[in-house]
């Protein structure tokens, strides 16, 4: 059977009946990709849209880099897999350019195939070295899809199931727009750093394996902690015990302005988890660790496509495209450009309860009088910006963010333009509701 389909209302049906209802779609009607180059999106109705959320931060170089598909494919016709049974060029030319990009310490690699495995790899490599298994995450976090991961995330819509992994505690994220302790701009104490302390006291045996955090806390709608959160929860954290697992599975390889998220924090962890935009949309997961660390992780353990040599490749090809492209620049300087054009629809339309994030990692948290969620209001606006060929990303616990993550590649025009569609989709949605402009 030719599965190469030519019609998209045929993909989409086929989709509903052969896929599982959780594997869910952005918008009324689907976006069914047939190509993309650059920041382009065509799907199989013709339509062409720029694409700002990179396939869930993924698509760091754009869409098709011929550096990253050439890399891939020189591969594909060397050999394609070896499973970590044997060493090979490729595996160990990355885990040597990830302890030399990393900062600190970091030293040694596993390499896995997504997120949820790098982040069960951390927090495996941590108990063995602490000999302990309490874990700190966050509310409003996300960890991936597995049982274990699942169990780290910190918002109900995402935990599956009836099965949990214990000895897993939440402390209250660094949500200032929402924050936990009531308190308002200007008149933080990081109550919510500080809680950690009880926290460990009241619901852990007193010491703790690790601690797990997004720099910036994705899914979870790209919430922002304030400058010294993580000084004083890694303090805390190591204190009892603990190490600190930095999830860097969107933040990472410049994303924020900076060549890690956490390095906007001035702390150096223990721990690296990596996934996403490392290889730029091949499957990719790497856990990265301090030398005693990773020593502490012995045993039989392999992993079958872990490090598989074209994703390597591709990993590798898209560091030297970041590296030559100076695309860490890229994204800080295009950031600012972005968060200056939002935060002037902002005062524009109220709608628009907070703008928050760094770099090209952006966020626009609708919401009605009080902050209540407006996820209602974040649909219609997704359907707008579509309609207009802009494609945008979700999140939040309440579904009612916005996230905005453009390919590091964005030129000022593509910022420009984007920024203008969402103008047009706000307008568009205040007609429709002339309540929220009273």
């Known amino acids: 059977m030719n599965s190469a389909a030519t019609d998209a209302q045929d ?28 920041l382009r999106v065509t799907d199989l109705d013709g339509r062409t849209y720029l694409d700002f959320f990179g396939g869930i931060l993924t698509v760091s170089v754009g869409h098709a880099h011929p550096r990253v598909a050439d890399a891939i494919a020189e591969q594909a016709r060397t050999f394609m897999h ?12 990355l ?14 690699s596993f390499f896995t195939t997504s997120g949820t495995e790098a982040d069960e790899t951390a927090l495996l490599m941590a108990k063995l070295y602490t000999g302990r298994s ?14 274990l991961a699942m169990s780290l995330t910190g918002q109900a819509p995402w935990r599956l199931g009836p099965t949990e992994v214990p000895g897993i505690r939440h402390a209250h994220a660094p949500y200032c727009y929402r924050c936990p302790f009531g308190k308002v701009a200007g008149k933080c104490n990081y109550e919510c750093a500080r809680d950690i302390e009880e926290l460990i006291a009241t619901t852990t045996h007193g010491e703790i394996a690790a601690f797990i955090a997004e720099p910036i806390m994705g899914v979870g709608g790209f919430i922002t902690p304030p400058p010294q ?36 924090y001035g702390v150096e962890p223990e721990l690296m988890t990596f996934a996403k935009g490392l290889a730029n949309g091949a499957p990719i997961g790497a856990t990265i660790a301090v030398p005693e660390v990773g020593a502490a992780m012995k045993g039989a353990s392999i992993s079958t496509f872990g490090g598989n040599p074209m994703s390597m490749r591709a990993a590798l090809a898209t560091l030297d495209v970041m590296e ?14 972005l968060r200056a054009g939002l935060e002037e629809l902002q005062r524009r339309f109220p709608v628009l309860g907070d703008v928050r994030g760094m770099g ?34 979700k999140g939040g616990l309440y579904g009612n963010v916005v996230r905005i993550a453009p390919p590091m590649t964005v030129s000022p ?21 002339p309540e929220l402009a009273a």
Not at 134 to 147: I, N, P, Q
Not at 413 to 433: F, V
């Open 11 to 38: 993909v989409r049906r086929r989709h509903r009946e052969y896929l599982v209802p959780a594997v869910s779609t952005y918008y009324a009607e689907s976006v069914v990709v047939k190509e993309a180059r650059g």
């Open 82 to 93: 070896t499973s970590t049974l044997y060493p090979n060029a490729p595996i160990v030319d």
């Open 324 to 337: 030559e492209e100076n695309l860490t620049d890229n994204a800080a300087r295009e950031g600012q450009r």
């Open 134 to 147: 309490e874990v700190v995450a966050l509310r409003h976090s996300y960890s991936g899809r597995s049982t």
């Open 413 to 433: 025009a593509e910022t420009d333009e984007a920024l203008l569609i969402i103008a047009e989709a706000l307008e568009a949605l205040y007609r429709q509701h």
């Open 229 to 264: 959160y993580f000084e004083i929860a890694v303090e805390i954290v190591r204190r009892h015990g603990g190490v600190f697992i930095a999830d860097e599975v969107q933040t990472g390889f410049g994303r924020t302005g900076k060549p890690f998220g956490i390095e906007n």
């Open 360 to 393: 090209l990692m952006q966020a626009l948290e609708f919401v009605r009088a009080e902050k209540a969620p407006a996820p209602d209001l974040v649909l219609e606006f997704f359907e707008a910006t579509k309609e207009r060929g802009l494609l945008l990303g």
């Open 95 to 108: 885990a040597e350019r990830l302890a030399r990009i990393t900062p600190g310490a970091l030293r040694q």
